[in-house]
């Protein structure tokens, strides 16, 4: 049986072009010595591209574009449905339809431990092979589909199956792979909350409506239900309140970096614990990395000599409106947010573009309030 390794050998040694390999394993890390060599033709299945015209090419001095290249094999497309999962896999050139059920991701992840696996976002249905992944040691990447969708048109794949989707994840991660960050898992009191606020948010929305159907002219006959409905979406609200309020409480991590993002005026606890659940990753990114996941930064619109207004955009909505409540008071109560509102208004900006631009400054500040506090932490344990 031949060696896998003599597969990346061309002449009995490692042939640089194939050698590149961003994540180690245990094929990779030793001397590659005493294998048996390869024609180079038979590199031709696994990296998709004519290796007879590149060995000739590369005898004549030329250095020609690769279709495909050969870090596309350690990265393992996943296109998650509700009930099934099509997984594609470039080092074998195959695509595989599973069943989105631990037992079976858990037996398809064992043959696949060399490789990271790459992902998009659906609502929770990739929650459960993501936690598998990472259990089996794997990298995880977890990626926006409106990114990996871009990707596709750019590339000339206008078609949509699950198929392609997957491919379309693992080659996205080959070439983009030093602009992606590995997924962390929350841990489980983070999951709680970020839960707990979801709901919240989705009982307050049902009391606003109920409220503004006590208003309606042709509801006259069902006030009293929709009152009693009212009372006790406020209850459910309350209760949910005091969960939040004792799950921060008993975590000490949570805890401490709410106290850290209250200290801020203009930030009472109801925006500091939506902010921790909806923005976990704040103080570990610096201060554009933040604003841009927010969907804060404004993206220049130039061409030639067109000067086009910034625009915000993208980014978590949900980060957006808290932030954007937030930036109503501190842009009041804030003497240093005050002073930065009053002149951006001064210097002509629309209010709606000054608060704007107050709640990025805003999230900058308690981004690096967060960080500094960190950074005393473990600092203070060492």
């Known amino acids: 049986m031949r060696c896998r390794r003599s597969l990346f050998c061309v002449g009995g040694r490692p042939h640089k072009t194939l050698w590149h390999r961003p994540?180690?394993?245990?094929?990779?890390?030793?001397?590659?010595?005493g294998h048996a060599a390869v024609s180079?033709?038979?590199?031709?299945?696994?990296?998709?591209?004519?290796?007879?015209?590149?060995?000739?090419?590369?005898?004549?001095?030329?250095?020609?574009?690769?279709?495909?290249?050969?870090?596309?094999?350690?990265?393992?497309?996943?296109?998650v449905a509700k009930e099934t999962i099509t997984f594609h896999c470039?080092?074998?050139?195959?695509?595989?339809?599973?069943?989105?059920?631990?037992?079976?991701?858990?037996?398809?992840?064992?043959?696949?431990?060399?490789?990271?696996?790459v992902l998009e976002a659906t609502g929770g249905y990739e929650a459960k092979a993501?936690?598998?992944?990472?259990?089996?040691?794997?990298?995880?990447?977890?990626?926006?589909?409106?990114?990996?969708?871009?990707?596709?048109?750019?590339?000339?794949?206008?078609?949509?199956?699950?198929?392609?989707d997957a491919q379309a994840l693992a080659t996205f991660a080959a070439q983009h792979h030093n602009n992606l960050r590995p997924f962390k898992q929350p841990s489980d009191n983070e999951k709680k909350l970020c839960q707990l606020t979801r709901r919240r948010d989705e009982l307050i929305v049902m009391r606003t409506q109920e409220k503004n159907r006590l208003q309606a002219p042709d509801n006259q006959n069902l006030q009293s239900d929709i009152k009693k409905h009212v009372r006790f979406l406020e209850k459910q609200v309350q209760e949910i309140e005091e969960q939040i309020i004792t799950l921060v409480q008993q975590d000490d991590a949570l805890t401490h970096k709410k106290e850290v993002l209250t200290?801020?005026?203009?930030?009472?606890?109801?925006?500091?614990?939506?902010?921790?659940?909806?923005?976990?990753?704040?103080?570990?990114?610096?201060?554009k990395g933040i604003a841009s996941l927010a969907g804060l930064a404004p993206f220049a619109k130039d061409s030639g000599t067109k000067t086009g207004r910034r625009r915000t955009g993208r980014g978590r909505t949900n980060v957006?409106?808290?932030?954007?409540?937030?930036?109503l008071?501190?842009?009041?109560?804030?003497?240093?947010?005050?002073?930065?509102?009053?002149?951006?208004?001064?210097?002509?900006?629309?209010?709606?573009?000054?608060?704007?631009?107050?709640?990025?400054?805003?999230?900058?500040?308690?981004?690096?309030?967060?960080r500094d506090a960190l950074l005393q932490k473990l600092v203070q344990q060492s």
């Open 40 to 79: 180079p033709f038979r590199l031709q299945s696994y990296l998709g591209f004519d290796a007879r015209r590149q060995s000739q090419a590369t005898q004549n001095g030329d250095c020609p574009m690769l279709s495909q290249t050969p870090t596309q094999h350690h990265f393992l497309g996943a296109d």
């Open 130 to 164: 993501i936690e598998l992944a990472l259990s089996l040691g794997m990298t995880v990447y977890r990626v926006n589909p409106y990114r990996v969708r871009s990707f596709m048109r750019a590339s000339g794949q206008f078609a949509k199956t699950d198929e392609l």
């Open 329 to 370: 008071s501190a842009s009041r109560y804030n003497a240093q947010i005050k002073e930065f509102y009053n002149r951006l208004i001064k210097n002509g900006k629309k209010p709606m573009v000054a608060l704007i631009a107050v709640a990025r400054k805003l999230l900058v500040i308690l981004n690096a309030k967060v």
């Open 263 to 287: 200290d801020v005026a203009g930030v009472d606890d109801v925006t500091a614990t939506n902010l921790l659940a909806a923005l976990p990753e704040i103080g570990t990114l610096d201060g």
């Open 23 to 33: 994540f180690g394993d245990r094929f990779f890390n030793r001397r590659h010595q």
């Open 90 to 117: 470039p080092a074998q050139g195959k695509t595989q339809t599973i069943r989105n059920q631990a037992r079976s991701l858990r037996a398809y992840f064992n043959k696949h431990t060399n490789q990271a696996l």
């Open 320 to 327: 957006r409106r808290i932030l954007f409540m937030a930036a």
